[in-house]
């Protein structure tokens, strides 16, 4: 028998379980799916807005593999750092182990003002509305009048359609109630959107993009003037551009023939003032964070244009935007585990088709896959080759990694460390009472959004 532990139980875990199950060379393979929660799906579970139900019901297909008699799930297990379990130690309990850990930290935008009150990353405010339990139920007052997104990928677009939507349209899915409570009190009416480079070049896709104007009592505004300095913009009928860009510059070109909302006259605004603005804006470099009162104020951009060679450059001018509220959505980036190699450059471990590199030589029973060994880049069914990749390497090296001592009851040893993991009963139960919370409130499933809270539902006791 071949005992495997995979570190992360997101999708690229998920996927390499998977794989391990569906390869027949090595035909005894018994899987441990750890992870640092108590509840499985990493990023789909806490990291896919709740109004996209067709892209959290992938869930369902993780779950199959989850509950296959060859795989157990492992919760709330820390693997590294202070009072996690060390990679080192780790190996003693199974013939491999593969790292899936994905790209837990943002990308700054190293700006002055970054750090003031106000200013968060995109990732804090997703990991808020999806009731991740490190981020605190309360996070979010969202009392400010103005927002800026800063970055223009799927991320930022979500951010701001979650800001921009009215909290009766999202009380039908499991967002937690104080994000729900505090998205019904928001005094937010204006979002910008904003990108230093232009449309053509932005990371989202048209299926985002056209959501956001579908929004009820939202209005987009696109300032012509700015995708005209978008070299495929203008030539849009000439170029063989991507399929995507070219239905994104069309979506772009019909908003911004819409021009912008009428000006109030006398006191009687055109457009209510509940409806929220969503506003596009490209060819916009952040530069700083104003401050007032101790707080952020707004941001100071460098206004840019295309250079020629597919960048942009400055052109010298500067404008400054109003916000109460930044999230900045410019990326994701790998953090080291203790233990394990890392390359800070890259934010990824150095690794040979998923086999971990330990001075330029692969180490016995370690791999990697998804985010961590090939950086946030791609979709979530682009964690599925990656996946196989590094499974087939470890196939490869079973005969050799069939000779290392392994523990019989690798769980059995882990409770004698001290650790108190959650199985995937304790994870049904936590189901059954994210089921009841909702019932109580009228709703569907609501998620729980507190370690004690989940912790108490995975052991099945009441409140």
């Not at 700006?111 to 200013?119: F, T």
């Not at 080291?336 to 030589?361: K, M, N, Q, S, Y």
């Amino acid at each position: 028998m071949l005992r495997v532990a995979v570190v992360g139980s997101g999708p690229s875990g998920v996927y390499t379980a998977q794989a391990l199950l569906n390869q027949s060379l090595v035909p005894d393979v018994r899987v441990h799916v750890l992870d640092r929660l108590p509840t499985p799906y990493g990023l789909v579970r806490y990291g896919v807005a709740p109004d996209h139900e067709k892209i959290k019901s992938l869930q369902n297909s993780l779950r199959a593999v989850l509950e296959d008699e060859r795989v157990t799930f492992v919760g709330h297990v820390q693997i590294g750092g202070t009072g996690g379990v060390s990679p080192a130690r780790l190996a003693e309990l199974y013939h491999a182990v593969v790292y899936c850990v994905g790209a837990a930290a943002d990308r700054p935008l190293a700006v002055p003002g970054e750090d003031l009150p106000g200013s968060y990353s995109a990732t804090r405010f997703v990991s808020w509305y999806s009731a991740h339990p490190d981020i605190a139920p309360d996070g979010f007052a969202l009392q400010a009048r103005s927002a800026v997104v800063i970055g223009v990928g799927n991320v930022a677009v979500d951010v701001a359609r979650i800001l921009a939507r009215g909290a009766d349209e999202l009380r039908a899915t499991d967002v937690p109630r104080a994000a729900l409570g505090a998205l019904a009190g928001s005094r937010v009416r204006e979002v910008h959107i904003a990108g230093r480079r232009g449309p053509s070049q932005a990371r989202f896709t048209t299926k985002e993009l056209r959501e956001l104007g579908a929004l009820p009592g939202a209005r987009i505004v696109v300032d012509p003037a700015e995708l005209a300095m978008d070299p495929a913009y203008a030539a849009q009928e000439g170029l063989p551009l991507p399929a995507v860009v070219r239905r994104n510059l069309e979506v772009l070109r019909g908003w911004s023939a819409e021009g912008e909302p009428a000006v109030p006259v006398h006191g009687h605004p055109a457009v209510s003032d509940a409806v929220r603005r969503i506003r596009l804006r490209f060819f916009l470099r952040p530069v700083e964070l104003l401050e007032r009162g101790g707080r952020v104020a707004g941001v100071r951009f460098a206004r840019t244009a295309p250079d020629g060679a597919g960048g942009v450059q400055d052109t010298g001018g500067y404008e400054d935007v109003e916000a109460q509220l930044v999230l900045r959505a410019v990326g994701y980036r790998g953090v080291e585990l203790p233990g394990l190699p890392f390359d800070p450059v890259r934010g990824t471990v150095p690794h040979a088709a998923g086999r971990v590199l330990r001075d330029g030589v692969p180490s016995p029973g370690e791999y990697v896959a998804g985010w961590i060994k090939r950086g946030p880049t791609g979709v979530i069914g682009s964690n599925r080759s990656c996946a196989k990749e590094t499974v087939a390497s470890l196939i490869e090296d079973a005969p050799l990694l069939a000779r290392r001592p392994a523990a019989d009851d690798p769980l059995a040893v882990l409770r004698a460390w001290g650790l108190r993991p959650v199985e995937w009963d304790g994870w049904l139960s936590i189901e059954r009472a994210e089921a009841a919370l909702g019932r109580s409130l009228g709703r569907g499933p609501v998620k729980i959004p507190d370690w004690p809270g989940l912790l108490a539902a995975a052991r099945g006791e009441e409140g």
